[in-house]
Nanobody, 125 residues
């Protein structure tokens, strides 16, 4: 079954850290660029970060640059997002998403062909 399953969300205090994961199955994970996208209550989808197939090329939105780090383990078919120095405005439902193969990727691309169900991150004291 082709799917993306996020986990690792939770409640964290401002300034804290959290790592969310996305376990994938049913497709050749290593050949796809992968992204993290979030949605805060009452707001639209916001692209956060993307990683290329080998894991060397990474892209970040200005809102998280320097605080978040995307990574992947192709042997485990898993995508990660390490979030540091968290702020209340980082509170959102975090989704992992698959970039369709064969496209010319650009930062902010939102035409994903596969989404997970999301994991909730709440930053509050």
């Amino acid at each position: 079954q082709v799917q993306l399953v996020e986990s690792g969300g939770g409640l964290v205090q401002p300034g804290g850290s959290l790592r969310v994961s996305c376990v994938t199955s049913g497709f050749p994970f290593s050949i796809y660029y992968m992204s993290w996208v979030r949605q805060a209550p009452g707001k639209g989808l916001e692209w956060i970060s993307t990683i290329n197939t080998g894991g060397v090329g990474t892209y970040y939105a200005d809102s998280v640059k320097g605080r978040f780090a995307i990574s992947r383990d192709n042997a485990k078919n898993t995508l990660y997002l390490q979030m540091n120095s968290l702020k209340p405005e980082d509170s959102a439902l975090y989704y992992c998403a698959r970039v369709p193969s064969g496209i010319s990727y650009y930062p902010g691309f939102m035409g994903y062909d596969l989404w997970g169900q999301g994991t909730q991150v709440t930053v509050s004291s």
